[in-house]
C-alpha cells in the first residue's frame, strides 16, 4: 500500500529528481519521515527557483542596459525633428 502511493506521487518525476528530494528532506527534517506530498512539495519548489532563474536570465539578455541621452545626442534628435516637421517647439524663447 504504501509504495503504491509512493510511486503514484512521484510518477512525474525522474528518479534522481525523487532521490534528490528525499536527500534534501533527510538534511532538513533527520528523525521526522516524508509523506510522498513532502517531496513533491520540495520538488516543485526547486523547480519553481530554476524555472525563475531561467526566465530572469533570458530576460537580462534581451534588454539592453539603457543609457540617459547625454545633451549632445538631445540636441541632435530634436534638430532632426525641427527639420522634418518644421516644427521651432522646443525653442528657447
Known amino acids: 500500500m504504501q509504495l503504491s502511493w509512493w510511486c503514484d ?10 532521490v534528490w528530494g528525499l536527500r534534501k528532506w533527510n538534511r532538513e527534517h533527520p528523525r521526522t519521515r516524508p509523506t510522498p506530498g513532502d517531496i513533491v512539495v520540495i ?3 526547486e523547480r519553481g527557483r530554476q524555472k ?3 526566465v530572469a ?7 539592453p542596459e539603457r543609457q540617459p541621452a547625454s545633451a549632445e545626442a538631445v540636441a541632435e534628435i530634436m534638430a532632426r525633428y525641427r527639420s522634418v516637421t518644421g516644427s521651432t517647439e522646443g525653442d528657447a524663447a
Open 57 to 63: 536570465a533570458m530576460t537580462a539578455s534581451r534588454e
Open 52 to 54: 525563475a532563474a531561467d
Open 9 to 18: 506521487e512521484l510518477q512525474d518525476w525522474t528518479l534522481e529528481q525523487a
Open 43 to 45: 520538488l516543485k519548489a
